[in-house]
């Protein structure tokens, strides 16, 4: 079935919600880092301290959705938290210090946190009940393109007129892309604005379909949630989610290793394969399972680790940043497959809000750990080789996780 007319421009809104508040807070925030470190002489770490608080927020922010999202108040919610964003990128234009830019920070974050994943997933399962998937994908892999696209953009512009410069230009790009959600979404549920989701007259179980995993968490409780395999899920979530914070390190590592003009590049191109990625994988996954294409992705992972420890040539940098693209894949939709694989869907929306939360949380800490790791060592090795072991213990946590199932049936 075709996406066309209000369903189309709902996603269109829903691609926009995630380019902005994941794509241009979290996937550029990298370009940043070392002008705000030397302007303001602190360390990397500190920098890089900005993504931890921004991602913290993020995560806590999206637990908010629930209670805030009503049918009556979302539109001027959407308008206030879209100035907010917006409003407190462009203050850290001004910003004399770094500690000012941690509070807003937070800010940004909460905003960002409310217009982001938990919001958006929502809104698509009430409009789609036909073509979910498909449409799920295409809004996810808007964060990753928002990266790609304006990457060089924002680069340029550091470049020629300051990283302040760049952080107005990020505060104008966020308006843009919310404009289309705060003009194009009439109600978080189609038929209070007199349309109906995509789909629904071929579906008996429309309401129930659109609800979604969260409905499925009040209504079932009929399989007892294993502590060992939920600790051993939300471990992989951790260290998979841990994987995704060295690609906003990718403009310093390019310094390091004497190929500054690729560093911009390098995250651009992240980018695009973080995109195009997630859908080859989402593929994968119906036609091999999760299992097998977890295992493939981060054996691909792996290989771009070892490409970044041992080669410093700008071709050799760039595929290295292409293949790790491929860890949000990991990071995002592995997880959710994973979680729905092994507590199935009846205790899919108990289980997977805390594994999501504990991969945010990871990734945000994990953000300004490699910064810190780089201030004590001079170097990114240490660290790459840190998150090689984590992605080899998260194939070992699959491995055995599919086999204890495979064992219990």
Known sequence: MKITGRHLLVLVAMCGLLASCVGLVTNVAGLFLSPVAEEFGIQRGAASLMMTICNIAFAVGGLFVPRLMKEGQFKVLLVAFTAVLAGGTAALAVCPGIVPMYVLCVLRGVAAGFMGFVFVTTVLNQWFV???????????????????????????????????????????????????AILFLPSIDPRRSGFKALGASESATSDASASGAATASKTSTAQRVSPLLFGLVLLFAVFASAVTALPQHFPGMAELYGQAGVGATMLSLCMIANSGGKIVFGTLVDRIGNRLSTIVYSALVLASILMLLFFRGPQALVLAAVLYGLCYSLGTVAITMFTRDTFGLENYGKTYPAISLGGNMANAVFSSAVGFMYDFSGGYASSLIMLGTLLIISVAIVVYVYAQKAHAQ
């Open 130 to 180: 036909a073509n979910i998937g498909l449409a799920t994908s295409i809004a996810m892999s808007c964060s990753g393109l928002a990266g790609a696209a304006f990457s060089p953009m924002i680069g340029a512009m550091i470049g020629s007129a300051g990283w302040r410069a760049g952080y107005v230009l990020v505060a104008v790009l966020t308006v843009a892309l919310n404009l289309p």
